[in-house]
């Protein structure tokens, strides 16, 4: 993956879905919902990415860290709970 992407768009995408969870805890209708499911898609796709090409460097481990408060931000969702 080239350098220059870290900054644009993957930088500025996990800066909008922080905000997106921001905006959910202040809130906003499914805002935090959509970010979390984004900021999930995001952390899943470089998990991937780091095992395909075999890195287990910092940044690995780092992804699942933070890869973990997403889930359980999108899990425990009261907008995501069925109602009868």
Do not use: E, N
């Amino acid at each position: 993956m080239p350098r220059s992407w870290l900054d644009w768009p993957i930088g500025t995408l996990k800066a909008a879905g922080a905000a997106g969870l921001g905006l959910g805890l202040l809130g906003v209708p499914l805002a935090g919902t959509a970010a979390a499911a984004g900021l999930v898609l995001s952390y899943v796709c470089a998990l991937c990415t780091h095992l395909r090409v075999a890195d287990r460097s910092p940044q690995f481990y780092l992804a699942i860290v933070f890869l973990a408060p997403a889930v359980a931000t999108l899990a425990l969702d009261p907008a995501l709970v069925l109602r009868p």
